[in-house]
């Protein structure tokens, strides 16, 4: 039944990159982290159009792999 309220959008073991385009206080990003974990999924990294560095969002992300393409 595809409507089981049991589904997840990502499955155990899965291979996730969380792509955003914002990355300022990095309180959302944070909690993607942990629902991707938490999800049993395989996080191997999170990338931002834009990173607001004087906000310190990335402090918030430790031992994750962060890319921005643009810094400000």
């Known amino acids: 039944d ?6 997840d959008a990502i499955e ?3 291979r996730v990159l969380v792509v ?3 990355l ?5 990003a944070a909690a993607c982290v942990q629902l991707v974990r938490t999800l049993g999924g395989d996080l191997r990294g999170l990338s931002f159009l834009i990173e607001l560095s004087f906000l310190g ?3 918030k ?4 792999s ?4 643009l810094q400000y």
């Open 2 to 7: 595809v409507c089981s309220s049991d589904l």
């Open 12 to 14: 155990k073991g899965q």
């Open 20 to 22: 955003d385009d914002v």
């Open 24 to 28: 300022a206080t990095g309180g959302t």
């Open 57 to 59: 969002g990335r402090a």
């Open 61 to 64: 992300l430790p031992n994750e």
């Open 66 to 69: 962060v890319h921005s393409v």
